[in-house]
Structure formats: C-alpha cells, structure tokens
C-alpha cells in the first residue's frame, strides 16, 4: 500500500510492538488510515515469531514490556543486516534511556502521548531508509560476489587503480611487465561488470561497509600474483 499524507508515498509495513492495548490499537488504526500496512503485538516474543519480512519496514517499539525489553529486542535486532529500523514510543521521558537506544541503533525516540503530525514523517523517513539501506544491501551482495571471482593479482590492480595507480607503476609495483597488468585489468573489468575508475571506487566504498571484504588485505602481499 502506499501512504499518501503529503510528504512523499512510501510503501511500506509498520509493526506496532506495545503491551498496552488501547494504544497499541490507535497507533494501528492511525497507521492504516495513512495508507501502511499495520500490525500489533502485545509483546517482542509475539512479534518474533510471526514476522516475516515484505518491502519496507519499520517497527514502533515500546521500552517496558513483558519479556524481552525494547532495549533488548533492539540490541538483538541491530546485530543483523537485514534489520528495520526502530523508532521507540513510549513514556519513558529520561534523557539517559534516550542516548543510550539512540546510541545502540534505534532510527528514532518519540514519547507519549504521541500526534499524528509528529509519528507520520517519522514513519516515513524510517521507512525510506530501510529501502535505501535493502538497496546498498543487494548492490553489496552482488559486489562481493563478482570481487570473489578476482585472482590476488587482479584484486592487486583493482586496489591500485583506486589508488590513483597508473600501469606502469603497477607493473613496477608487482615485478611484471605492463603487457601483463593491462590483461590482468581488462579482465578485472569484466568481472566487476564496470568500465570506469569512479565505478571501481564506488566498489572500493561498498568493499569497505562493516562486515564486507577487506581490499586492504587481499593485496597486500603481491607475492600472490
């Protein structure tokens, strides 16, 4: 479904995580009258067990709850890639609690009583985000597969063309003649599925985001060309 309040149409599914019924009711009437898809859960465990992933999602999420915590689900939510983002709703209004989900991943702490006009465009921007980063995820899974196809010697060249290396240097650097670094490069191209240098510096960015292959270390020992 798609929201459609003014402030740009975002699809996407709220998950609503609160064990006071009143509130966790309204917020879900309120987020399917603006167009989401809106699910309650009266605690984390029920949420756990029946959430299932579809487009872009986020969760609201209260702090005291029975079972896990907000805190908890949180710290246990941001350990995986695939995670939505969380804004926080609750009555909580401590400063110390704020930094320190707000440090620990959460997109966003709200309090209650919460309006209409402050919870929409929050949803919105959480929502948004989570499409950018499902992007940067598949665009980053892809890279790493075709950077896993590369040879030590073309992870080499690859490291030293972003590095503002040109191929005679290269071909200094790792004792080969120059005939050898630009049919190493051609086919690194290839691999990579790019043609340009900036393209091969945006992989370099992507290679570089926690978790992915550290360029670094896979050229630096040209001995393995």
């Known amino acids: 479904m798609v929201m459609s309040t003014g402030t ?12 006071d019924d009143g509130f ?3 917020m879900t009437r309120l987020l399917t009258a603006a167009g989401f898809v809106a699910s309650g859960y009266r605690c984390a465990a029920d949420f756990l067990l029946g959430y299932a992933r579809n487009g872009n999602v986020c ?3 209260d702090i005291s709850m029975p079972g896990l915590s907000g805190i908890d689900m949180l710290n246990a ?29 959460a997109f966003s702490y709200l309090l209650k009583p919460v309006r209409a006009e402050t919870l929409l465009p929050v949803v919105h921007a959480a929502l948004r ?22 040879t030590a010697g073309e992870r080499a060249i690859f490291h030293g063309v972003v590095n503002d290396r040109l191929n005679k240097q290269l071909a200094i650097d790792l004792g080969v003649c120059e005939r050898t670094i630009k049919a190493q490069r051609s ?26 292959c550290n ?11």
């Not at 360029?215 to 060309?225: I, L, T």
């Open 24 to 26: 966790r009711r309204s």
């Open 77 to 105: 939510l941001v350990t995986r890639e695939s995670a939505p983002p969380v804004i926080f709703v609750t009555a909580r209004d401590d400063i110390l609690t704020t930094i320190k989900v707000m440090k620990g991943g």
């Open 59 to 61: 969760i609201l999420l």
């Open 187 to 212: 086919r690194m191209l290839t691999k990579l599925n790019v043609h340009t240098v900036p393209q091969l510096v945006r992989i370099a960015r992507l290679l570089r985001e926690p978790a992915a």
């Open 129 to 150: 985000a989570d499409e950018q980063r499902r992007v940067t995820q598949e665009d980053l899974t892809t890279v790493r597969a075709r950077f896993a196809m590369l």
């Open 8 to 19: 740009g149409a975002v699809p996407g599914s709220v998950h609503v995580i609160d064990d």
């Open 215 to 225: 360029v670094e270390a896979d050229v630096a020992s040209p001995s393995r060309y």
